[in-house]
């Protein structure tokens, strides 16, 4: 909790003001000690001087001295017993009262100067604190619960709460020293006996556990308040039974388990033939489905295939145009194929006729030409023959081998050359040659 600066001005203001009418006073204490003590010394020295008259009228004197002496022992022990500094632990919470004045400040973790007789300093643990009644713990306890059929039971009850920092200031005065058993055991008491007393055995142990610890919540929240206290939360453990009603009850939860356990099985075999019907109902769906998809398929493919067939035939009928074209135009590039081939042919036979043409004409002439060489050559021949006939026998004898040394012949008969009937005679040769000149003559 933070104080707010014109408290805080007002409490240090407080604080100086003490303090420096402390040191006044414990200033003067001391200059009056000095002072007695210093008159005490001249007192003495007055005393030797004057005698042992004046030494009584000194040691009364004395006397003043020794009282202030004991009211600093006083003041020492006053202060070692009553210490002016309260420290404030962590967790905690201090409220200091002004007696004079009646104002009350809060503080934390820290030192607080308090005056004896002056201030009031109160301590309280701000940390959470739990409560667990004994007393109701065991429905053979001491102060059991009871329901509303009067029977007794036990609760393992735990009650966490806190003081409330925020108004600590203003509950502190009426706050007791036991905050526990004076204030939050009677309002538990009051409370949870009211409230377990509405409902009954069964219903504080299996049902209701949660509405009656948010019941008991809620209640004592308020309740607490009022003084200051914060309810943390209310936990409701372990239900303690009597020993007959337990005994009952378990054989009625027995009996309850075996019905419920009918009753679930029951239900299982209902949901699965529940199960079973769904499952033919979703599998004859599903069929339908299915075949509902698949005539929609069917449509939209026969559908598909009618606008595809608006687009295709056409493209059929171009095809078969293009084809036709590309047809027409083959046999026409065919036809003019086979007219350049035939033309073609046509020029290479009357090519190679003409060519053949010629090579009988060369021929023809070259055979005329070497026939006419030849007989030439055989002219100048038998002219030369005619006029040397021995070149005849010369040629054959140089056609003869080189071997040959003897040939045996008949001898002609009219003495001529032995082979003249191989190369006939002279005779004959003129003869015939003057033959063939009379006849080319005719």
């Known amino acids: 909790m933070q104080v707010s600066p014109i408290r805080r001005q007002t409490r240090l203001r407080e604080e100086a003001i003490v303090l420096d009418g402390a040191r006044d006073v414990f200033r003067s204490i001391c200059d009056w000690v000095s002072g007695r003590v210093g008159g005490l010394g001249r007192k003495a020295g007055d005393a030797a001087a004057n005698g042992t008259a004046r030494t009584l009228s000194a040691l009364a004197g004395a006397k003043g001295t020794f009282i202030a002496l004991g009211v600093l022992g006083a003041s020492g022990y006053l202060l070692h017993a009553y210490p002016p500094l309260v420290t404030v632990g962590r967790g905690e919470g201090g409220v200091r009262v002004n007696r004079l004045t009646g104002g009350v400040s809060e503080w934390r973790d820290g030192s607080v100067f308090v005056m004896p007789g002056l201030h009031d300093m109160h301590l309280y643990s701000l940390r959470d604190r739990i409560y667990q009644p004994e007393p109701i713990r065991r429905a053979d306890g001491a102060a059991p619960l009871q329901s509303v059929e009067g029977l007794s039971l036990g609760i393992d009850l735990s009650v966490r709460y806190a003081l409330d920092a925020t108004r600590l200031a203003a509950v502190s005065k009426n706050l007791p020293d036991d905050i526990g058993r004076e204030i939050v055991e009677p309002a538990v008491q009051g409370v949870i006996y009211k409230i377990f007393a509405r409902y009954t055995v069964r219903e504080i142990f299996s049902v209701k556990r949660v509405e009656i610890q948010q019941a008991i919540e809620a209640e004592l929240k308020s309740k607490l308040a009022q003084d200051g206290i914060v309810l943390r939360t209310v936990h409701v453990g372990k239900v303690d039974l009597p020993a007959d009603y337990r005994r009952g009850m378990e054989g009625l939860l027995a009996e309850e388990l075996a019905t419920q356990k009918m009753r679930y099985t029951l239900e299982l075999k209902d949901k699965r033939v529940q199960a079973i019907a769904l499952d033919g109902e979703a599998e004859k769906v599903r069929r339908e489905k299915a075949a509902e998809a698949s005539a929609r398929e069917q449509i939209i493919a026969a559908k598909a295939q009618e606008e595809a067939m608006k687009h295709v035939l056409p493209f059929k009928r171009r095809q078969i145009e293009q084809r036709r074209l590309e047809a027409e135009a083959a046999k026409t590039a065919r036809i003019k194929g086979a007219e350049g081939g035939a033309e073609a042919r046509r020029i290479e036979a009357g090519g190679e006729a003409e060519a053949r043409q010629k090579l009988a004409d060369a021929e023809a002439y070259r055979l005329d030409r070497v026939g006419r060489v030849n007989a030439e050559q055989m002219e100048r021949e038998g002219a030369l023959i005619s006029r ?20 045996i012949a008949p001898p002609p008969a009219d003495g001529g050359f032995i ?23 005719r």
């Open 388 to 407: 040397h006939p021995l070149l005849i026998q010369k040629t054959l004898a140089d056609k003869l081998s080189d071997k040959v040394q003897v040939i």
């Open 419 to 441: 082979a003249s009937n191989l190369i006939g005679s002279p005779k004959r040769a003129g003869a015939a040659a003057a033959d063939g000149q009379a006849a080319e003559g």
